[in-house]
């Protein structure tokens, strides 16, 4: 396939506004997202909470609620075909079976009524047509995957008897169940202990491999994104301010809060020194500061920062590397 898999540009998205009356202001929590990713890219998107990461996962898997939401414009193409506006008919055939997505908390995904062989089977036999036996078949198969033997035994057991990790391999395995070409893992070890961390992102990164899948990555942290990723988006109060190759992002950060967060990461060479924190908090949607929505934390904001809102601009030739910033390149 020529070109991106997932390409967004200029995604914008509103809900109503939470004052009293109908002219309260609308709160627009993305504001013009543009985010590309690569076949077979391990792609991470990172922002503090409330930047807009989990919000752009639902938009590309069809999952925002609208109403309330209201998508005001923008394009999500997937391998060259535009989900937006498409009949819930035809995005439930991507969904599943061309995109994955692997959730935060999986106990709040996994039904508790049903096993697990269940919760698994549903997608071969919905996408892929399979008898119910061959699809159980599978469904063993993907749990040995996934690193979960033990046949039967696994198969048979509801979602309250399996642990932490075990819970998020199953979801991996339901994400990868009809082998997608993309998968969205949305903060998978958030709620998993340091040792099962480490097991999932090599989980992942061991599955990216073998199914030839892109995965886009949505993390808060940039420690844990440093070691599995190919390139990274860094989104900051509903737009990207910063996207580049790994070594890049890492080495040579343009922005601000790009910069502000890579201090901000706790390192065994600065024990007993103090983490340089980022002063105040995302904005809230419903009440944007003008110009660049990053400036009253910022400490080079100068006047022109308050007015303008800075765009993507390329920097060094063929890098792709972008940042959003009007005091890039000032002496």
Same mark, same amino acid.
């Given at each position: 396939?020529?070109?991106?898999?997932?390409?967004?540009?200029?995604?914008?998205?509103?809900?109503?506004?939470?004052?009293?009356?109908?002219?309260?202001?609308?709160?627009?929590?993305?504001?013009?997202?543009?985010?590309?990713?690569?076949?077979?890219?391990?792609?991470?998107?990172?922002?503090?909470?409330?930047?807009?990461?989990?919000?752009?996962?639902?938009?590309?898997?069809? =999952? @925002?609620?609208?109403?309330?939401? +209201?998508?005001? !414009?923008?394009?999500?193409?997937?391998?060259?075909? &535009? /989900?937006? $506006? *498409?009949?819930?008919?035809?995005?439930?055939?991507?969904?599943?079976?061309?995109?994955?997505?692997?959730?935060?908390?999986?106990?709040?995904?996994?039904?508790?009524?049903?096993?697990?062989?269940?919760?698994?089977?549903?997608?071969? =036999? @919905?996408?892929?047509?399979?008898? +119910?036996?061959? !699809?159980?078949?599978?469904?063993?198969?993907?749990? &040995? /995957?996934? $690193? *979960?033997?033990?046949?039967?035994?696994?198969?048979?057991?509801?979602?309250?008897?399996?642990?932490?990790?075990?819970?998020?391999?199953?979801?991996?395995?339901?994400?990868?169940?009809?082998?997608?070409?993309?998968?969205?893992?949305?903060?998978?070890?958030?709620?998993?202990?340091?040792?099962?961390?480490?097991?999932?992102?090599?989980?992942?990164?061991? /599955?990216?491999?073998?199914?030839?899948?892109?995965?886009?990555?949505?993390?808060?942290?940039?420690?844990?994104?440093?070691?599995?990723?190919?390139?990274?988006?860094?989104?900051?109060?509903?737009?990207?301010?910063?996207?580049?190759?790994?070594?890049?992002?890492?080495?040579?950060?343009?922005?601000?809060?790009?910069?502000?967060?890579?201090?901000?990461?706790?390192?065994?060479?600065?024990?007993?020194?103090?983490?340089?924190?980022?002063?105040?908090?995302?904005?809230?949607?419903?009440?944007?500061?003008?110009?660049?929505?990053?400036?009253?934390?910022?400490?080079?904001?100068?006047?022109?920062?308050?007015?303008?809102?800075?765009?993507?601009?390329?920097?060094?030739?063929?890098?792709?590397?972008?940042?959003?910033?009007?005091?890039?390149?000032?002496?």
């Amino acid at each position: 396939m020529d070109g991106p898999l997932l390409e967004i540009r200029d995604l914008r998205v509103s809900f109503p506004g939470r004052g009293p009356g109908r002219d309260a202001d609308p709160a627009q929590p993305l504001r013009g997202v543009e985010l590309t990713v690569g076949a077979s890219e391990v792609h991470s998107l990172v922002g503090e909470s409330g930047s807009g990461k989990t919000l752009t996962a639902s938009c590309v898997m069809g =999952l @925002l609620p609208v109403p309330p939401a +209201r998508i005001e !414009g923008g394009s999500i193409r997937f391998q060259g075909r &535009e /989900l937006l $506006g *498409l009949p819930e008919a035809e995005r439930r055939r991507v969904r599943g079976r061309q995109i994955g997505m692997v959730f935060q908390e999986p106990a709040k995904y996994l039904n508790p009524s049903l096993r697990v062989s269940e919760q698994i089977v549903e997608a071969l =036999l @919905l996408h892929l047509g399979m008898s +119910r036996s061959d !699809g159980l078949a599978r469904v063993r198969e993907l749990l &040995e /995957l996934v $690193g *979960l033997p033990g046949g039967r035994l696994i198969l048979r057991k509801y979602p309250h008897e399996l642990s932490g990790g075990m819970k998020q391999r199953v979801m991996i395995a339901m994400a990868i169940a009809c082998r997608p070409a993309l998968l969205i893992a949305d903060e998978p070890t958030t709620a998993l202990d340091v040792t099962l961390q480490r097991q999932i992102l090599r989980l992942l990164l061991d /599955l990216q491999e073998k199914l030839a899948m892109a995965v886009l990555f949505v993390s808060h942290d940039l420690a844990v994104v440093h070691d599995i990723s190919e390139r990274i988006s860094v989104i900051y109060a509903g737009r990207i301010i910063e996207s580049g190759r790994r070594d890049r992002v890492f080495g040579q950060p343009l922005h601000p809060y790009t910069q502000a967060l890579l201090q901000s990461i706790p390192e065994a060479s600065r024990r007993g020194t103090r983490l340089r924190a980022i002063p105040g908090t995302v904005p809230d949607a419903s009440h944007l500061p003008s110009g660049c929505a990053f400036h009253p934390r910022c400490p080079l904001a100068v006047e022109a920062c308050r007015a303008a809102i800075p765009e993507l601009r390329e920097y060094g030739a063929g890098d792709s590397h972008t940042a959003a910033c009007l005091r890039i390149g000032e002496s």
